[in-house]
């Protein structure tokens, strides 16, 4: 960690025009946090992000965690959780929430047997979302589900992402750009269908020559910096503030991340001037 933070001296500008409307996912840090998580949480504060999505305290007991995130000025405000939870312990997702002092709660993946995902699972997935997302609303929580890329197969005359978006009466989406376009959609034009659904955005772009499939799988080496993929990241975030999407959270799974996030920052900082 100590080299790492030698190359972040290098890399980092310490006041972002999107502070706070652009946070980070945590997962884009696993590997770090295995090895120290006060550090971890240091080099995020020092690219200048405030605001965090995670869920975890990697170990550590949630007071001194707390005491970690205040000391670097970050606010967990969405939390991942379960599928399973959500479906059958919906209070244990609501007091991680509240643990952390999160708004949203969002759900990255629906459990599925050899990439079986039809309109059977899509309709027991939007059934088990807008229940519990109902609990939740009743605790002040808003429930984005993460579409992952099996979503977007064809149904009718759309996808079965257009089943949920259409069926969610009681929780709302997390747009992952990257798994999005990775299963065949237009994140843009996701978007523009749908400017009510969008909560939480997850900013990621992908290597270019990249075909993608509907397996909700890819290696993370695709993952690139931001503007210099295939994916339109400036129309989705311009998008965004124009739909007044309140988070957007880079995600990074790259074994690259320490050197990448703080160039898409730069990328976005660089939007801010056009």
Not at 259 to 272: A, D, I, R, T, W
């Given at each position: 960690?100590?080299?790492l933070l030698i190359v972040l001296g290098i890399l980092v500008f310490t006041s972002p025009?999107?502070?706070?409307?652009?946070?980070?996912?945590?997962?884009?840090?696993?590997?770090?946090?295995?090895?120290?998580?006060?550090?971890?949480?240091?080099?995020?504060?020092?690219?200048?992000?405030?605001?965090?999505?995670?869920?975890?305290?990697?170990?550590?007991?949630?007071?001194?965690?707390?005491?970690?995130?205040?000391?670097?000025?970050?606010?967990?405000?969405?939390?991942?959780?379960?599928?399973?939870?959500?479906?059958?312990?919906?209070?244990?997702?609501?007091?991680?929430?509240?643990?952390?002092?999160?708004?949203?709660?969002?759900?990255?993946?629906?459990?599925?047997?050899?990439?079986?995902?039809?309109?059977?699972?899509?309709?027991?997935?939007?059934?088990?979302?807008?229940?519990?997302?109902?609990?939740?609303?009743?605790?002040?929580?808003?429930?984005?589900?993460?579409?992952?890329?099996?979503?977007?197969?064809?149904?009718?005359?759309?996808?079965?992402?257009?089943?949920?978006?259409?069926?969610?009466?009681?929780?709302?989406?997390?747009?992952?750009?990257?798994?999005?376009?990775?299963?065949?959609?237009?994140?843009?034009?996701?978007?523009?269908?749908?400017?009510?659904?969008?909560?939480?955005?997850?900013?990621?772009?992908?290597e270019k020559g990249v075909k993608g499939n509907n397996t909700g799988h890819e290696d993370?080496?695709?993952?690139?910096?931001?503007?210099?993929?295939?994916?339109?990241?400036?129309?989705?975030v311009a998008e965004a503030k124009k739909l007044g999407i309140e988070y957007m959270f880079?995600?990074?799974?790259?074994?690259?991340?320490?050197?990448?996030?703080?160039?898409?920052?730069?990328?976005?900082?660089?939007?801010?001037?056009?």
């Open positions: 960690m100590k080299k025009i999107f502070a706070q409307e652009v946070g980070l996912q945590l997962y884009s840090l696993r590997d770090q946090f295995k090895e120290d998580v006060p550090g971890t949480l240091q080099v995020i504060k020092d690219w200048g992000i405030t605001k965090i999505e995670g869920g975890g305290t990697y170990d550590l007991p949630m007071k001194e965690f707390e005491a970690l995130l205040k000391k670097n000025n970050l606010e967990v405000v969405s939390v991942g959780a379960d599928f399973g939870d959500l479906e059958n312990d919906v209070q244990k997702v609501i007091n991680n929430a509240k643990s952390f002092g999160a708004k949203y709660v969002m759900c990255a993946w629906v459990p599925h047997d050899n990439n079986k995902w039809d309109l059977e699972e899509t309709q027991h997935a939007t059934e088990v979302f807008n229940k519990a997302g109902k609990q939740l609303k009743k605790n002040g929580l808003t429930l984005a589900y993460h579409a992952h890329g099996y979503e977007f197969r064809p149904y009718k005359d759309g996808t079965l992402f257009d089943y949920m978006a259409q069926n969610a009466t009681d929780f709302t989406f997390e747009l992952d750009v990257y798994w999005a376009q990775h299963g065949g959609a237009d994140p843009l034009a996701l978007m523009k269908k749908y400017p009510d659904k969008f909560s939480l955005m997850h900013l990621k772009d992908m993370v080496e695709t993952n690139v910096v931001l503007g210099t993929g295939q994916i339109d990241i400036a129309g989705t880079i995600e990074d799974e790259s074994s690259r991340v320490v050197e990448q996030v703080p160039q898409s920052l730069e990328f976005l900082n660089g939007l801010e001037d056009q």
